[in-house]
Structure formats: C-alpha cells, structure tokens
C-alpha cells in the first residue's frame, strides 16, 4: 500500500474496479458508483481545481452534510497536493467564515441551501474566497457568478487537458506533507486547525488492519458527520480497504437505512446505543408482563454465553441450546433494529454506559469502544476482536505508546499524533511535552486497557474539597430513557445540582398513561408529580455513585441544549461555560437554602 491518501485510493480502484464503492439514496432509490466511476470523478475533480487554479498546498474546503461529492471532493484535493479542510454542515455562517479566514480558503464545496446561504452571506467581504462549487442542483445560484454547480464543475475538469499535471504533482507527493485541516469544536476558546499529514493516516490504517477483523467484503454506513475525524478517516479506511461505503445525509433516517444497507460495520457514538437502549426499555414497561420475563431472560442467557465467549471458553451444550431459543425469539430481532448483519461497532467519542455495552453483547452485537482525538487521527485504543474489557476503551494500538501523567492526564505518543496546529505555534507547544501530546482527558491503565474517567479542564472541586467527574456523573445518570440531556453542576459549589432535559416523547406518553394534563413542555416539567417522578429515577440510578458525587438538586427544561444557542460543539459536547452562564439564575436557585 501507498503511504499517500491518493495513490491508497488508487491502488483500491485498479485492484477491484468493478466492485460497487459508494451508494446514497436520491429520490428514494439508492444509486451506486464503482470504484472505477468513483476513480473517474476523482480525476474529473482534481483536474477541475486545477483548471480552477488551486497551487500545490493549496486549502479546498467541504462544507457539507454526508454525500458522495465530499468524498469526491476530499480525494481530487489530495490528488493535486491539495489541503482538505472539512466544515461541520452545521456550523454557523459566523464559524464557517473564521474556518475560510483562518486557512485562507478559495474554494469551497457546499452541500445545500443552507451551508451555500451561509457561505454567500460572508462571500463579497471576503478576502480568500473565490469560488463556490455546490452538491444540490436544487439551490438557486443564478445571481452569483462564482457559484458553480458540482455537476458542471465534473463538466470542467472532464473537458480539462490537465491530466499530465495532476500526474507530475503526485509523482512528487510526500507522506509527510500536510493532507488536511481539522478544526477542533472549540469548547474552551476559539477552533484550531489540527494539521494531519498522509502518513498519520497510513499509520492509523496499519494499526486498524491488525487489531479489526475488517475485510473488502465489509459494508459500511456513513453516518457521523464526515466532518469528525473518527468517521473521515473510518471513510478513507473503508475505502481504501475496497468496502463498499453507503451515506446518511440525515441522521433522522439511520433507522431507515440500516434496514435498507444493512451494514456489516458502522462507526456510532455512545448516544447512538444510549438511544436504541432507551427505546427497548421504554417498549418493554408497558409490554405485558410474559413478554418482559421473556425478554429478561433471553437478554440473561445471551450475557451467559457472551461472558464465556469473551474468556475464549466453550459454552455447554445445554446452554447453547437456551441461547439457539432465546436468539430465535428476541436477540435476532433486536440485532435486526440494526440491520441483522453487524459484525461489530466502531464506537468512540463519549463514554458508554457499561451496562449499555453488555447489553449489546448480550444481543450479540459487538461493540469495539475505543478512545482518540482530532490531534491523533481518531484512535489511540480500542477493543480487539475477542479480548475486551467492558467499560474501557480498550488497549493501545499498533505503533501507539501511552502513559498516564502525575496529574491522571493520558499521554500519547506515535505515528499517527498532529504535526501540530495550523499557525499557532504557542498552542501546539502547550500540549506537547517531551514529545507527548497531553490528551487533556483523565485516565487508568489496569491490566493494559486504558478507562477514561474526565477531561482535565471539566474536573470540577465543590467548596467541601471533592473532585467530581462530571462525565461519569452524566453518563450514569443520562442513560435512562426518560432522559435526553444532562448537565451536571458542582464546581465550587457545596454539592451537585443538574440541569435535565427530558426525552420528552417518552415523558408525555408517561404523562398521559397517568391522566396528567399539559399544554406545553414548559407545563409539564413544571409539575410537581414530574418532578418526583424524575426525582425517583435520579436516586434509582445513582448507586454506583458516591454520596458526594450524587445529585442532590435538579432542574428539568423544556428545551434542549443545542448548537444554534452556542451551548454544544458541532460534535455534541457540553460547552460548560456558556451553560453556566445562560442558566446562571437556574443554578443559582438551586443553591440557594429553603
């Protein structure tokens, strides 16, 4: 294999060229290119920057929702020595314009409307941008010059005679040169460019081919945003490795899309199963009380027989034949929500319940957790195949060394760590130490497998002296399904308080089923009998917790955290401050004697 992202792809195309690469669904019927239709846009696109006039190093950004044109995209800007920087689809206009500023960005790729509206709103004022290139024939773009559709761009470079320059500049590709920009969420300060060269990614694929049973077989769903590293470099693994890769451009239809692709593998966050988790237990409250033993105890022999397995243990036969019956009438339905055929999860970016996980491998639906970040090419660890330690991320990867610091912080060190962040020298010297990139996260190593506790800067102090680990709070608490968002307060406070949204589907058929009356989200949280009910809930589930770690107050909203208000990242993490000072009288109230 090639240590070039450009020259993998191609070595893929020429080795199964018939073999379908990517699929999407576009008017309700799902369409395919192979890999060497794929290969052919590739070079239409490469040869259409160029016609375009992209300089070797040049920045191309992607500011898109999951579609096959940004892989397209991604791979003719590597093609021509360029540097992809992808922008989370549901940035801001605002976000979007310090991303095209700060990497001094000509051209950039749109998905639709809404990305191309943002785009066009800080368009004439800026100094960088000259073109617009847009997926969605369906935008209007008829009174901006610069605007061009993706079609008649693949028109262009098609047409173009450049195909012997983007040949002469692969021919002097570097492993080691810059291959993309991936600006962080920014939850502390303002986004970075996290800079990751081709080699980072020829080291991560390496590890993943000996630690993942992966095969050209596989198929996958692309379903995180390929704007997060965890599913970009999973895509370009995917690719590279010859699967077939299918998009969900709309993350309310995963559950559509998994009974139509039925993937083999898929990369998901723990809120995926937390979801799926919370919808199987609300169902199984109100099923009659056969069906729950049944469920209870099929989900009980399905445990049994995975504990064995885990140990490389032989099941006995009596066992085994409990097991055929209890998959027969409730484990295989349950792999089914997913598809049927899923070998195994990828799954990072937040912890996972550990009851949520043995639960999944009761199902028989392999969970492989793993922890990484932007500045190290996703994985740092994760689960093997057979050996796995539920409620860890797992051990090390191949060529990949980590330590844990005086101060609990893990540190990383490897091939496939960031060369550093784009223009700030002083911001990259800060996470480096000795040659260890300081993760910023709080971890344990027992036995080899590493367990992340918190985040450095989340670690909160009440006013007693106890450190509290918010996450680990959130995440004991936040599974249960009548729960859809949790923020845990404490620091420098004398106990611990949260603000909870509820999911409030499941929170009005309850309401309703007791005969309590609303005529709003706002009504209903405010009910004393709701209250109590999540109240209740709270203390049912903070056993594993210590006293001080446990919630003692709490207030119930009728909104949800969101992006738009600037109280989450595009990857879904809490942005602590902005919360503390949005809902500052909320939390205040909370602390206050009565």
Known sequence: MKNHLAMMIRETIEKHPDKPALRWKDDGAWKELSFRQMGERILDAAKGLLELGLPEGGPVAIFSANKPGFTIADFATLSVRGVSVPIYATNTARQAEYIVNDAQIPIVFVGGKDQYDKVRSFFDGSTWLKKIIVFDRTVDIREHAPSMYFDDFLALGRKSSRAAEVEARLAKADPDELATLIYTSGTTGEPKGVMLCHSNFRACFVAHEKRLDISEKDISLCFLPLTHVFERAWTFFALVEGMTNNYCDDTTKVVEYLKEVRPTVMCAVPRFYEKIYSTVFERLETAPPLKRKLFRWAVATGEQVYLLKKKEKAVPPLLALKHKIADNLVLAKLREVVGGRIRYFPCAGAPLSKKIEE???????????????????????????????????????????????????????????MKGYYRKPQATAEVFEDGWFRTGDVGVIEDGYLTITDRIKDLMKTSGGKY??????????????????????????????????????????YAKSKGISFASHEELVAKPEIVRFYQERIDQNSGDLAGFERIKKFTLLARPFSQDAGEMTPTMKLKRKVINEKFRDLIDGMYRER
Do not use: W
């Open 359 to 417: 639960f999944f491998h009761s199902a028989g639906i392999f969970i492989a957790c793993g922890y990484g970040l932007t500045e190290t090419t996703a994985t740092v660890t994760c689960h093997e195949n057979t050996f796995y330690r539920p409620g860890t991320v797992g051990k090390p990867i191949s060529s990949v060394e980590i330590k844990i610091a005086a101060n609990g912080e893990i540190l990383v060190k490897g091939p496939t760590v």
């Open 468 to 509: 509290i680990a918010p996450q680990l709070i959130e995440t004991t608490i936040g599974k249960d399904f009548f729960i859809e968002q949790i923020a845990v307060i404490g620091d420098e406070r004398k106990y611990v308080s949260a603000l909870i949204v509820p999911a409030f589907p499941a929170l009005e058929e």
